[in-house]
C-alpha cells in the first residue's frame, strides 16, 4: 500500500510539472504577444503625434488628417485594451505557475516523508 501511495504521489508531481512546463510556454506566448502590441502601440502613438503635428501646422487637408487623427486614436485605443488584457492574463499565469511550484514542493515534501 505504501508503494502505491507513493506511485500516486510520483504520478501527480509527473503531471504537476508537466502542468507548470505548459503554463510557462503560455507565459512565454503572452509576453511575446504583450512586447508586440506594446511596439504597435508606439507605432501608433508616433503616428498619432505626427497627425496632431500635421493638424496644428495647418495643412490643407483637415478633413483627411482629422480621420487619420481619430483612425491613429482608435488604434492606439484598441491596442491598449489588448494590452491591458495581455497582461491581466500574464498575471493570471504567473499566479497559476506560483501554487504549481508550491504544489510540487509540497509533492517532494510528500515523497521525501513516504520514504
Known amino acids: 500500500q505504501q508503494d502505491t501511495h507513493r506511485q500516486q504521489l510520483e504520478q501527480l508531481l509527473s503531471d504537476t510539472q508537466q502542468e507548470l512546463v505548459q503554463q510557462t510556454a503560455q507565459l512565454k506566448t503572452l ?11 508606439d507605432q501608433a502613438s508616433e503616428q498619432l503625434e505626427g497627425a496632431s503635428k500635421q493638424l496644428q501646422a495647418g495643412t490643407r487637408d ?23 488584457r495581455l497582461e491581466s492574463a500574464r498575471t493570471t499565469d504567473r499566479h497559476a505557475m506560483e501554487q504549481q511550484v508550491i504544489e510540487v514542493e509540497q509533492l517532494k515534501e510528500q515523497l521525501r516523508a513516504s520514504t
Do not use: G
Open 31 to 41: 509576453e511575446e504577444q504583450l512586447s508586440q502590441t506594446q511596439h504597435k502601440l
Open 62 to 84: 483637415k478633413q483627411a488628417l482629422q480621420e487619420r487623427l481619430r483612425d491613429a486614436e482608435t488604434a492606439r485605443n484598441s491596442l491598449e485594451d489588448d494590452k491591458r
